[in-house]
Nanobody, 121 residues
Framework: QVQLVESGGGLVQAGGSLRLSCAAS????????MGWYRQAPGKQRELVAR???????NYADSVKGRFVISRDNTKNTVFLQMNSLKPEDTAVYYC???????????????WGQGTQVTVSS
């Protein structure tokens, strides 16, 4: 069984910063991709940023230049540094991991429970 545990959400004023963390634990052979998604009320879940095991990153256009994703492969942990936050960044942020249980396993997708980020104007 695999668990993803997120932390770091909260309430911040516009222009402020927050850092999200997500730690994966359990029977993990390899985590190929780790990412952050978000879902605002009444909207679909959307990709915020993702990072591969070697460190290749992708960002949503709306967060480029403001957010930075990173990971610690030794601790199966991914981080999201969010700077210059805007009210439109308000959402529940979810951690996602694409991982395998063994060298011959198929890739599986796991989600964290979500952490609320609220940016006040």
């Amino acid at each position: 069984q695999v668990q993803l545990v997120e932390s770091g959400g909260g309430l911040v004023q516009a222009g402020g910063s927050l850092r999200l963390s997500c730690a994966a634990s359990g029977s993990i052979f390899s985590i190929n991709v780790m990412g952050w998604y978000r879902q605002a009320p009444g909207k679909q879940r959307e990709l915020v940023a993702r990072i591969t095991k070697p460190g290749t990153t992708n960002y949503a256009d709306s967060v480029k230049g403001r957010f930075v994703i990173s990971r610690d492969n030794t601790k199966n942990t991914v981080f999201l540094q969010m700077n210059s936050l805007k009210p439109e960044d308000t959402a529940v942020y979810y951690c996602n991991a694409l991982l395998t249980y063994s060298a011959r396993d198929v890739e599986r997708s796991y989600w964290g429970q979500g952490t609320q980020v609220t940016v006040s104007s």
